[in-house]
């Protein structure tokens, strides 16, 4: 079928990690530190019954290209044990459909969508499974007839500790012709565990503008997590988290942060991570975060040294944070 799961940007596939500037990308980084000391309720939180504009339940077609087609997500399925190659002790595959469905009296070519699932308060990335010869056949444009319909079954790897936690996942369907996609966002809880609120409360964070944030901390809608190592000698690679809050009711375009990282007292530019080639980049629901894991190469002598990180958005402003290397 011609859906494929590429964004409209260059991305980076989530599937392992690839270094580009001497840095790249994972999702199967370490878990989020503890709760930030100075994270605190979201700018607007509303009843856990209600979601905000713009995200629907899953099960819920939402319409593009002015009613030409409407999209529907699934909700969430568990797959039997070892029936997804890869899937690692504590995490668990679970199964969604996502349906494009022609609206109109003729036959069309299916837009084509890239998928992006975010769990938890910090919306961390889930880890997609994906078939190499399926996902080479779906790049091929895909025709659906009058009144039809196209289903894609996505199969992602989740953390057991995400059970009954909400699940936004962000659904970008760009029409044949068209450059830009049309941004949807669907929600609901992963089975299992016990049933969280559908609304998580984005962390609210210290005030913007102080000169320097410890890592792990907030500063503004910018969180840096603390750098991890693992590996031995020149082969040690350092992890952390890159956590965007969207504070608006309108859709964030990506977390469009570029991270420096700096070792030593002589600030050595170690790794520059750049969200088009280190790091996915989807487009952030509204009221809700994102949370990236980007890995890096770390020069030896730097572990258990300071290390700097200037976290630049889109704009060209710079937040830095400080801590140390593992």
Known sequence: MSMCLRHALPTVLLAGAVLVSGCASSDSGPKADS????SAPGARPSPSTVLPDGIVKPGIAQPIGDGAW?????GF???PADTVPGVLAGSSAFTARVTVANQRAQVATAPRTAVTARYGTLGRTAAEATDASRASAEDEPQQVRPNGS?????KLVLPDQAEGLPVTVTVEATEEGLAEPELLFFEGALPGGTAASPDPQAPQGAPAGQSVTLLGQWNGHVRVGKVTVRG???SRTGSLELSVVNRSGDPMPG???T?????????????????VYGYRDAAIAPYRTATQ????RVPETAIGGPVTIEAVDAGGSKVTFEGTIG
């Not at 709760?35 to 100075?38: I, L, Y």
């Not at 991270?259 to 969200?275: E, K, M, S």
């Open 35 to 38: 709760k930030p000391a100075n």
């Open 70 to 74: 409407t999209v529907t997500l699934q």
């Open 77 to 79: 399925e568990r797959l």
């Open 150 to 154: 196209l289903d894609r079954d996505l």
């Open 232 to 234: 031995e000698g020149a």
């Open 255 to 257: 977390l469009g942060t």
């Open 259 to 275: 991270l420096r990282i700096l070792t030593g007292q002589d600030l050595h530019l170690a790794a520059t991570v750049r969200p």
């Open 293 to 296: 894991t980007v890995s890096f």
